[in-house]
């Protein structure tokens, strides 16, 4: 390089140092200081510092939205308690289930927490029996000795003693539920904010986060109050056993109308399992838990089966109460698919507004998502899930008809109600839709996870039984390969 070149480049370099501020403001200024000089190098090092992480987080960022534009990106939606989580757990299993497997611990204190919640609401049952009939005013037959004990005051002391003997346990649910519920008191569900923490709290080291997740890991005590749920849980065992299979309360429950089995959480019938020591959630226990979701989650899943090894996924699960559902919105944005959980519970209202009736609250989502502009080219794929409990109800002999006038006089049982819901759905599908879209649907019962929904999401089926067409993987894929040629096609004018 002659010297006129390197005497042009230390020029164009001062140009360029000039224009740049971050040289400009650590320039030596005239008459500079040995000790104001050592400042400002090591004001100059750290800023260096800054700004090298916010270069390496902003590559990191540019790496995740291409890894996100080249992944099968798929939004749970529906109501609360349709099963949205439930479905994601089935993925997880189908796709990572070692990564699931780690969070078994975890599982294992929601299962507890939800089988102590069932365990008050007898209790409360009970309590509100009792009271009841403690504020009956009538007076007592004048013969009756007031000392002589009738069948009712057995059967309350007996489950008042029952009552008694669980409240040490019911005290230390309270304290672990605190730990990780947002809202403890108010909702009859354990209630965790989107991502990590609360799976932290509950000991649950993510590997790939350690460092950000240690500050929320659970103190000494907030660990041996967990491992005293355990304790008393055993130590309780027989009681629960038998709590719940006492004819008084069984028959409190059905005055009271509470369904327990069906009802979110449900794990009475395995309380000898699940209070023995070395109780180990299995998969079907975890789809079975129940958080509920606040706000949106997003998981970011990389198959680790040897069939779909490195397919990604980002999975966005979504809270479904009515005050969430704003939180979607965002999440119209860049979705490929949209699972769809329209239970068919024609007979439940909102736990949120018990004057709406589940099914009409569904079919207004569902209503406002196939006409949104913004999904206009997003797939649609609809899981009527809980078909157990649909099938359950209709055996029961509840008359649609009763909770849905416009069903007539049609016959009472699955095959014409699932028809019957399954049109509306379809006709508001085809008629509100921007742009024309194939219609698919599936049953589904999403704690079953060797039915239905596992051949659905994995597509692991073998190939005669049943129809490819089931298999979600590749349907998703393939729709979603469909919707991007339909879209180049259209902003090519070509349709
Ligand atoms: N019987 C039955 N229970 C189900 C089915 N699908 C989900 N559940 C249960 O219903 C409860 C609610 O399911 P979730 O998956 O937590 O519901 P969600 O849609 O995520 O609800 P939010 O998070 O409140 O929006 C859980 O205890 C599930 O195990 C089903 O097909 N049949
Ligand atoms: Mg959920």
């Excluded at 990780?180 to 209630?191: E, F, M, Q, R, T």
């Excluded at 949104?372 to 008359?399: P, R």
């Excluded at 060797?450 to 979600?472: F, K, M, Q, W």
Aim: hydrophobic share 35%; proline share 6%; charged share 30%.
């Amino acid at each position: 390089m002659d010297s006129l070149t390197r005497k042009k480049g230390k020029e164009k370099l001062q140009e360029a140092d000039v224009e740049n501020p971050f040289v400009v403001r650590f320039k030596a200024p005239a008459n500079e200081t040995e000790e104001e000089r050592l400042r400002r190098v090591r004001a100059f090092q750290d800023a260096q510092k800054v700004s090298r992480q916010i270069d390496e987080n902003l590559a990191e960022s540019k790496k995740l939205l291409e890894r996100r534009r080249k992944a099968m990106r798929i939004l749970l939606l529906g109501q609360a308690e349709s099963g949205k989580s439930a479905v994601l757990k089935n993925f997880r299993i189908a796709f990572t289930p070692n990564q699931l497997r780690k969070e078994r611990g975890v599982w294992k204190i929601i299962i507890q927490l939800n089988l102590i919640a069932s365990i008050k609401t007898i209790l409360s049952a009970i309590h509100d029996d009792d009271s009841g009939s403690a504020d009956d005013k009538r007076p007592s037959p004048p013969l009756t000795p007031p000392h002589t004990p009738t069948k009712d005051d057995t059967v309350n002391k007996s489950l008042r003693r029952l009552h008694l003997r669980l409240t040490p346990l019911l005290s230390v649910e309270t304290n672990v539920n605190r730990m990780v519920s947002v809202d403890p008191v108010g909702s009859k569900d354990i209630c965790v904010r989107a991502g990590n923490s609360w799976k932290s709290k509950l000991g649950f080291r993510d590997s790939t986060r350690a460092s950000f997740e240690s500050e929320d890991m659970p103190t000494h005590s907030q660990a041996s109050t967990q491992a005293d749920l355990s304790r008393l849980l055993e130590a309780c065992k027989d009681d629960l056993i038998e709590l719940w299979a006492n004819t008084d309360v069984q028959e409190i429950l059905t005055t009271k109308e509470i369904n327990l089995p069906d009802m979110p959480g449900f794990f009475l019938d395995d309380v000898a399992r699940i209070a023995s020591p070395d109780y180990e959630p299995t998969d079907d226990d975890i789809v079975r838990a129940r958080v509920r979701t606040v706000g949106v989650e997003e998981h970011h899943l990389i198959a680790e089966t040897v069939t779909n090894k490195g397919t990604e996924f980002f999975i966005a699960d979504v809270g479904g109460a009515r005050g969430s559902r704003w939180t979607w919105i965002p999440y119209f944005d860049d979705v490929q698919a949209i699972l769809f959980l329209a239970p068919l519970t024609f007979n439940q209202m909102l736990e949120e507004d018990p004057r709406v009736n589940r099914l009409e609250d569904t079919l207004m989502i569902w209503r406002e998502i196939c006409s949104n502009a913004l999904l206009a080219d997003c797939n649609l794929i609809v899981f009527f899930n809980k078909k157990d409990i649909l099938e359950k109800t209709i055996n029961a002999g509840v008359q649609v008809r009763r909770f849905v006038p416009s069903y007539g006089d049609l016959p009472n049982d699955i095959a014409h109600v699932t028809k019957y819901f399954k049109d509306r759905f379809k006709a508001y599908h085809k008629r509100l839709s921007p742009k024309p879209r194939p219609f698919i649907s599936h049953d589904t019962s999403a704690i079953d996870t060797h039915s239905t929904i596992a051949l659905v999401i994995a597509g692991n089926a073998p190939v005669t039984n049943p129809p490819y067409r089931l298999c979600l993987m590749p349907f998703i894929s393939s729709t979603v390969h469909d919707g991007i040629i339909r879209n180049n096609l259209q902003r090519s004018d070509m349709i």
